[in-house]
């Protein structure tokens, strides 16, 4: 089945460590998102990638990091310096170019104790 | 900037009701626009994608509108059913290229009655 894998589906962080969120695509697609989502405050951008080994910030990227080493994978490390990361995280992908349909991921829920 | 937004936020029918749900955006310059459906804690589900050129889409009982003109966007779900409770969200992206990203309303969320 073609689809957009994210893991964990929980994911819990004590203050000041460094997490990663995993997320993996065998849609052949280009592009990979990163959101996150807030109660009340809709879909946000975190960084995107257009092509491996290329990555830009979104609107909201401070304390996030991405790597692009493989076409299928785009992992999201939540650093320590991200002051509220509590939210629910999605991943979305498409063929790039703005054309077409983005497709998301399951999503990964993480909360800080 | 674009911006997106949905209205009402929640919105609650009987079952069998035939319904609309609103999606209106700023700038009309957009290149297409996208319609989601999320269950409680999931993921977002593609529903409908209506690229500028194009006055509508169909999928079964949806039926995505778009004019661009009026910065305005429909969803009709016809016989709506409990399954079809769920958050709905609109996109638009605002053009082609390396650089184009979306931009999300805050969603409808939806109950159907029995």
């Given at each position: 089945?073609?689809?957009?894998?994210?893991?964990?589906?929980?994911?819990f962080r004590k203050e000041g460590q460094n997490v990663t969120?995993?997320?993996?695509?065998?849609?052949?697609?280009?592009?990979?998102?990163?959101?996150?989502?807030?109660?009340?405050?809709?879909?946000?951008?975190?960084?995107?990638?257009?092509?491996?080994?290329?990555?830009?910030?979104?609107?909201?990227?401070?304390?996030?990091?991405?790597?692009?080493?493989?076409?299928?994978?785009?992992?999201?490390?939540?650093?320590s310096a991200q002051k509220n990361p509590t939210a629910f995280?999605?991943?979305?992908?498409?063929?790039?170019?703005?054309?077409?349909?983005?497709?998301?991921?399951?999503?990964?829920?993480?909360?800080?104790? | 900037?674009?911006?997106?937004?949905?209205?009402?936020?929640?919105?609650?029918?009987?079952?069998?009701?035939?319904?609309?749900?609103?999606?209106?955006?700023?700038?009309?310059a957009i290149y297409n626009l996208q319609w989601f459906r999320?269950?409680?804690?999931?993921?977002?589900?593609?529903?409908?994608?209506?690229?500028?050129?194009?006055?509508?889409?169909?999928?079964?009982?949806?039926?995505?509108?778009?004019?661009?003109?009026?910065?305005?966007?429909?969803?009709?779900?016809?016989?709506?059913?409990?399954?079809?409770?769920?958050?709905?969200?609109?996109?638009?992206?605002?053009?082609?290229?390396?650089?184009?990203?979306?931009?999300?309303?805050?969603?409808?969320?939806?109950?159907?009655?029995?």
């Amino acid at each position: 089945d073609g689809g957009i894998t994210q893991s964990p589906k929980y994911l819990f962080r004590k203050e000041g460590q460094n997490v990663t969120l995993s997320c993996e695509q065998n849609l052949n697609h280009d592009a990979m998102y990163w959101y996150r989502q807030d109660p009340g405050q809709g879909l946000r951008l975190i960084y995107y990638s257009q092509i491996v080994n290329d990555f830009q910030k979104g609107d909201i990227a401070e304390g996030y990091s991405v790597s692009r080493e493989k076409k299928e994978s785009f992992p999201l490390t939540v650093t320590s310096a991200q002051k509220n990361p509590t939210a629910f995280y999605l991943c979305a992908s498409d063929m790039g170019g703005g054309y077409n349909e983005q497709f998301f991921g399951p999503g990964t829920r993480l909360t800080v104790l | 900037k674009q911006e997106v937004t949905q209205i009402p936020a929640a919105l609650s029918v009987p079952e069998g009701e035939n319904l609309v749900l609103n999606c209106s955006f700023t700038d009309s310059a957009i290149y297409n626009l996208q319609w989601f459906r999320q269950d409680p804690g999931k993921g977002l589900t593609s529903l409908l994608l209506i690229q500028s050129s194009q006055r509508e889409q169909t999928s079964g009982r949806l039926n995505a509108s778009l004019d661009k003109s009026s910065g305005r966007s429909t969803l009709y779900i016809a016989a709506s059913q409990p399954g079809d409770s769920a958050t709905y969200l609109c996109a638009v992206r605002p053009h082609t290229g390396a650089n184009s990203k979306l931009t999300f309303g805050k969603g409808i969320t939806l109950s159907v009655r029995p």
